[in-house]
């Protein structure tokens, strides 16, 4: 496997970014009719690795992205069969549901496997760069150096700046997190495309991926997505024994867990994502339609809470670190933290947090009578404290009746 940077010069016309095809080779028939819709060239497609994963066509969707001809990085699933190993190298939690999962199917998807693809697979490189509109790009899967860390939007602030420092670009491209966002960082845009292969938690089953342009010598982007048949990959999954809550998020767009996630992108469960962006005073909208809020709070605002860094950078950043060390196992575990976090957002009143926690209490296995009881706690020692005050009333009345 190469593991240098390979520079692939200047690009020129529209892009296509796209990751985690996931051996989805419905996802990948789609996507490659809109590149050629649009008159994107194979050359201008680029994917940010794990073409291969958790999907039943593995074979098929190696041999359709060889023909189509477009490039791609290695991700951490590329890294793993390139160097025969027997796990996918994903950086799962040992013993979690994801890691369980891995145990299924990547064996499931090297058994499938040709030589032919696993030579093909072993030149991928580990990183590519380019020029377009002035600027260096530089597509990497995880993190450059970390093929299988978690970046999301909400975290990691100095590994993103680490990331640009030690590949000199003003632009990252990345992949493996499976969730579509975009990030200005310093004067520097961190940009994930979303993968194709599995839906982003949203509660839909679309998929994504970034259109890019350079329009008189200023880059900009939009964030699309798209519907495919979704089905036959579903059915294709259930008939090969691969897990089954995978083939389920196919079709709900719901995550079988959240395990991976920060606390902030676990709030976002089931929220349908749009994407207004902002960039070199460009107002760039995507495609996706949404409806106007039908009350005061509108639940698309949750995944909003990122933003709160865009006026005050510094303090959202260690707002945030702070908010996710708190949610770690500790002497009280996530479970307890989870049920704790419920009961005080009912108290606080924040419809926001209730979503949330109420999701994530679900995802963690804690039945509607613990909720119940939680919120029942938290309304106690409300009404309780209210009560006590009283006695501040009775002391002032009795100082000022003397």
Known sequence: ??????????????????????????????????????????????????????????????????????????????????????????????????????????????MKLSEESLKWIGKIPENISFEYAGKKVTVVHGNYGDVSEFIFKSNAQESKERCFEATNSQVIIAGHCGLPFHQSIKGKLWINPGVIGMPANDGTPRVWYVLMEDIDGTMSFSHESF????????????????????????????????????????????????????????????????????????PKDLRKFGKITEWSEELGTKFFDYYGKVFEEGALSAREKSLIALAVSHVVKCPYCIDAYTKDGLQKGITKEEMMEAVHVGAAIESGATLVHGVQMMNKYNKLSM
């Open 1 to 110: 496997m190469d593991q240098k940077i390979r520079d692939i010069g200047t690009k020129e016309g529209k892009l296509l970014l796209f990751g985690g095809v996931y051996s989805n080779l419905q996802a990948l028939e789609k996507l490659i009719s809109i590149a050629k819709k649009e008159g994107i060239p194979p050359q201008n497609c680029i994917c940010t690795g794990d073409i291969t994963g958790y999907c039943a066509q593995p074979e098929e969707t190696v041999q359709a992205f060889k023909n189509w001809e477009a490039l791609s990085i290695a991700g951490n699933v590329e890294l793993q069969l390139a160097n025969d190993s027997e796990d996918c190298g994903c950086d799962f939690k040992a013993g979690g549901r994801c890691d369980s999962f891995s145990k299924m199917w990547f064996p499931y998807t090297k």
């Open 227 to 298: 519907e495919y048949d979704f089905q036959t990959a579903q059915r294709l999954m259930y008939q090969n024994h691969l897990p089954e809550e995978y083939a389920d998020t196919l079709a709900s767009g719901i995550w079988d867990n959240m395990e991976i996630l920060p606390e902030i992108e676990k709030m976002g469960q089931g929220i349908p994502i749009s994407f207004t962006i902002d960039l070199n005073k460009q107002n760039i909208q995507s495609k996706t339609q949404h409806k106007m809020a039908d009350s005061y709070y509108d």
